[in-house]
């Protein structure tokens, strides 16, 4: 038994490395998530503010603190690069996997399917590409994680102190989960006992034991809360209304999408372990009553799953808190499948992972040779990053292979389908990508214009936090746009923050009075530089984005 723990070990931590920490600084910064997130920390490091966050020096109440904590300590401990941005994530990531691990242990005693549960979770494709990228969703999952695992405490839990125990855990789970991304931390876990406590009938118990949950998070949350709302005001009132009923209910919601939305993504998110996903939740279903633990990972996966569905906002990153239940019910069903011999599951698995990496060879193919004349991703100077393309893809294919392999007993070796694809995808992406959606390699071409000029604009967001994250400034102004940032722009302290298009040329002849001007503009698809702007001294235009430099006149 020991001789497996540290075998299962060794392998989790090469597969943990190699997914999750190696690849983190071999890939530039997207825009708008991971750029906005990793200046957010920076402004508050350099301030030394960690109550009230700020993007480009303006108030910024989307979210509250608690996720960005997690960011500052990551830079702090790091420094101002790309993996101390994404460390947060891959650290949160870690640890649900860890409570994934304690939860199997607790449920089944089964050091193998504890081991087998973590591996399903961490090289699900939704669990690597979130975990590895800089949002907030890995740390939320976290919390969640954390509140059901407690409440499975607190339904195993004999004695009154172990139940009250298990609640302060509860409470203390949902506390930071509240404090990383608001309210929804407190709703999901509710709706993914209701099932439980209803099958299990423990409605008393909740009710009796339940309040000391809410004094917890309360208490937990309180502190914070009361800072923010010392220094700002309006912080609550803007958070509960326009990040909460807007986004999830109202027909205004961001990201709206049908009911279905999620059914899709679900079936990508699980891969490349989908042919165990139809089996594990019938089996949860059918087991119900002489297996409840199944049924407890049943209501965890499928409640959040309809409230996310139900809610007209939608965004893939949602569903990431119900990943873990889903590795757990697939780690059961795949060692039953294992113990009655049928394999045929895992076949059809390595079939579909097979086809995934062999579509996927076929696209490059296509796409390389030219052969879909709509398509042009990549330049004939980009053949190595189709190659390496091929490779990641190639890797997926020989895997699954190899999992088929002995009427499929190595059906684990899925698992390493996805590890070229994440070593290798930060040095195949095409050119015109990197210089519409990934702007630091933009910017650190014209570093030497940018980081002389007195006054920095451009036209979008994520952009603008991509420029103050490389500049080291937060007075990158907005020009012509204010998107996420409006709310920040609406007070009177941050007017000088924003230049609408008809005031820019009267604003650019009183700036170049002070020194050079920096305009970088976000292009749509086929657009070019608008003739209607002042004419600039150089201008730079790289796919997508442009800078116009405007040199200082006395």
């Not at 460390?87 to 607790?106: C, D, E, P, R």
């Not at 976290?142 to 139940?163: F, H, Q």
């Not at 000391?212 to 209304?241: G, H, K, M, Q, T």
């Amino acid at each position: 038994m020991k001789a497996l723990k540290g075998t299962w070990a060794i392998v989790l931590a090469i597969f943990f490395a190699l997914v999750y920490l190696i690849p983190l600084n071999g890939r530039l910064l997207w825009q708008p998530d991971e750029t906005r997130y990793a200046e957010i920390s920076r402004e508050m490091l350099a301030k030394g503010d960690w109550v009230v966050p700020n993007l480009l020096g303006l108030r910024y109440f989307e979210k509250p603190v608690a996720g960005y904590w997690f960011n500052n300590i990551s830079q702090w401990l790091f420094g101002d690069n790309n993996f101390a941005v994404r460390f947060a994530s891959v650290f949160s990531t870690g640890l649900t996997a860890l409570l994934v691990f304690a939860l199997a242990w607790l449920m089944w005693k089964n050091a193998r399917r504890a081991c087998l549960a973590v591996l399903i979770f961490l090289s699900m494709v939704l669990v690597f590409s979130i975990g590895t990228y800089s949002v907030l969703d890995p740390m939320i999952s976290l919390w969640l994680t954390a509140a059901m695992v407690s409440y499975y405490l607190t339904l195993k839990a004999t004695t009154t102190k172990g139940k009250l125990g298990g609640y302060v855990l509860l409470g203390l789970a949902c506390g930071m989960g509240f404090m990383t991304k608001g309210f929804l931390a407190l709703a999901v876990p509710v709706i993914a006992v209701i099932p439980i406590v209803i099958q299990q009938r423990k409605i008393k118990e909740l009710l009796c034991y339940g309040p000391v949950a809410v004094v917890i998070a309360v208490l937990l949350s309180l502190p914070w809360a009361l800072a923010v709302a010392l220094r700002e005001p309006d912080y609550w009132n803007y958070f509960f209304w326009v990040e909460h009923i807007q986004r999830f209910a109202e027909d205004n919601a961001q990201h709206k999408a049908p009911f279905w939305y999620y059914i899709p993504i679900l079936i990508a998110a699980v891969l490349p372990w989908l042919a165990l996903l139809p089996g594990s939740l019938l089996k949860g279903w059918r087991e119900r009553v002489q297996r409840p633990e199944l049924f407890f990972l049943l209501s965890w996966v499928m409640m959040p799953l309809i409230f996310f569905s139900i809610a007209k906002g939608k965004l893939p990153t949602y569903i990431l808190p119900c990943m873990a239940p889903l590795a757990l019910l697939m780690a059961a069903y795949a060692e039953d499948c294992v113990a009655q011999l049928r394999t045929r599951v895992f076949k059809i698995n390595a079939v579909l992972n097979g086809l995934f990496g062999l579509l996927g060879i076929i696209a490059l193919v296509l796409i390389g040779s030219g052969l879909l004349p709509k398509v042009h991703l990549f330049t004939a100077e980009e053949w190595p990053k189709i190659v390496l393309g091929l490779v990641a893809f190639g890797g997926w294919l020989l895997f699954a292979v190899i999992s088929a392999r002995n009427n499929a007993q190595r059906w684990t070796w899925a698992a390493a389908c996805p590890l070229l694809l994440c070593l290798l995808i930060g040095y195949a992406i095409p050119q015109q990508v990197i210089d519409s959606k990934l702007p630091q390699s933009f910017i650190r071409t014209n570093m030497a214009t940018l980081s002389q000029s007195k006054f920095v604009l451009t036209d979008s967001v994520g952009l603008a936090a991509g420029l103050a994250w490389e500049l080291k400034r937060s007075d990158v102004l907005m020009f012509s746009q204010k998107g996420e940032v409006a709310y920040g722009l609406s007070y009177p302290d941050a007017s000088s923050h924003y230049i609408r298009d008809e005031d820019f040329p009267q604003w650019l002849e009183q700036a170049r009075k002070l020194g050079d001007v920096s305009l970088v503009l976000q292009l749509s698809r086929g657009e070019h530089v608008p003739q209607t702007l002042p004419a600039a001294d150089s201008v730079n235009e790289m796919h997508r984005m442009a800078l116009l430099w405007y040199k200082q006149q006395p």
